[in-house]
């Protein structure tokens, strides 16, 4: 049976009119809308959808807060500190509202499908005019219509677990598009918080999904980007025969020269077919991110993670036996409540013994509603701290081997955007993922080329085009 419920034509024909009504109150003043993204690509992927909005009612893009008219956060509740910088940023406002008290200051996001932040906005920050949730994202005309029309604040954190097809979209030039395929989680890892603020697992249909992929070739992009916060349980709500890796195939065989990527997987759910699908798919990017938080097998218990240490070796084996070349990524988090130097030594021996090529790590931070956040905790601050230290000196080591070993080797790389020196004056990305600066004649962004790899660091390849 299919479970999700999509927002209905007319639901969304009234927010075009609507749509309509804005563009009639900004036509021949020349407003301009600035945009801040936080977080994940999740919500930058949102952002284009409310920069597509923003552009069909007659606003033009700003880079310049200053200058705006309309500003906009979509914001971050993962950490403490991505809630902290959007709330200093809200608050470096007040100055510019009282210089212009015409301005429209909006916070969206995951931030705003908290109660907690809802109120302390309410309380504590009066220059924010509009707020509304990751649930109402597609109302966004109607609630800007309200406060053009006189209404002071508006705040709408309400809404359903469901899926607004057919939104505008303003995609950022160049060659990458975000591509989103789910929303929500249903995973519930104890210290996360995206599942309370993004709803459950919704999936898009496969032909939707298709045709968007399919409009973005023949735009130009090469790099298309599927999002989901785990895709592989894509496509259960959807009550048809579907699953990631059948999608995969899918979008695979749609023509064009493009690259492929995906993120994010779960190792509950990433099985062999997943990796038999990657390695039969000559469009799907040899790269794969596979977050495993740690390597106790106690705390990913009290993670609520669902697999082990030694279950994450094996899939990594797996792929790798099926796709010798791929680039490997993961997150971790370091010092969760209750970890323990053992524990902890057991996420450096993973580290060390599967070599991945780049990690993002995270000191853990407590997340009011979760079950985490009332976990008896031993570890000091301090302790937490060179543990995080320990682990980026392993993986300097590691990244510094593994980057060298790619000195002299001829590759294809997607150029992406300008660098900053003279030398190198592109950015570019491998198959993998990996970030090269590129030189030579006749480059330009968007394109593929074939190239060779001078020199290494930590950070970046160095390339010249052959
Ligand atoms: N859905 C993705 C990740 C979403 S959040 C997945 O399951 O992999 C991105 C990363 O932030 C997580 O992988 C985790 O490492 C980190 N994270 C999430 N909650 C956190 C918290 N409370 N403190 C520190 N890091 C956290
Ligand atoms: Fe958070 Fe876990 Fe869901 Fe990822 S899978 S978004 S870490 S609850
Ligand atoms: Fe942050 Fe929301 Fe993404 S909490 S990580 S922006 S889903």
Known sequence: ????????????????????????LVRDKRLRAYTHTFGCQQNEADTEHIR???????????????????????????REHAEDRAFGNIGSLSHLKKRKP???????????????????????????????????????????????????????????????EGLPILRADGAKAWLSIMYGCNNFCTYCIVPYVR??????????????????????????????????????????????????????????????RFMTSHPKDASPKLFDTMAACE???????????????????RMNRHYTADSYKKLIAYAREKMPDITLSSDIIVGFPGETEEDFEQTLRLVEDTRFDLLFTFLYSPRSGTPAASYPDNATTAQKQARFERLLRLQDGIVAERQA???????????????????????????????????????SVGEFVEAEIEKTTLRCLYARKL
């Open 102 to 164: 015409d301005v429209i200051i909006a916070l969206c996001g995951c931030m705003a499908q908290q109660e907690k932040n809802v109120e302390k906005i309410k309380k504590s920050y009066p220059q924010v005019s509009l707020m509304f949730g990751t649930h109402a994202l597609w109302r966004f005309p109607s609630l800007l219509y309200r406060v053009m029309s006189g209404e002071k604040r508006v705040f709408d954190i309400g809404g359903e677990d469901d899926i607004a």
């Open 405 to 443: 070993a790619y000195q002299g080797r001829r590759m294809r790389l997607l150029i992406d955007g300008a660098a900053k020196g003279p030398d190198y004056p592109f950015t570019a990305r491998t198959e993998g993922n990996l970030l090269v600066c590129v030189r030579g004649k006749g480059l």
């Open 1 to 24: 049976m299919n479970t999700t419920a999509t927002v209905s034509e007319e639901q969304l024909n009234d927010q075009f009119t609507y749509i309509d009504a804005v563009a009639s």
């Open 199 to 260: 709803g459950r697992e919704r999936s898009r249909r496969p032909e939707e999904i298709e045709n968007e992929l399919r409009g973005l070739v023949a735009s130009g992009y090469k790099e298309i980007t599927l999002l989901g916060q785990n895709v592989n349980s894509y496509g259960k709500d959807l009550g048809i025969d579907v699953d990631f890796a059948d999608l995969l195939r899918r979008l695979n065989a749609v023509p064009g020269d493009f690259w492929l």
């Open 283 to 301: 469009k799907v990017a040899r790269q794969l991110h596979l977050p495993f938080q740690s390597g106790s097998d106690e705390i990913l218990r």
């Open 52 to 78: 597509g909005m923003l552009h069909e009612m007659g606003y033009e893009m700003t880079d310049d807060v200053n200058e705006a008219d309309f500003i906009l956060f979509n914001t971050c509740a993962v």
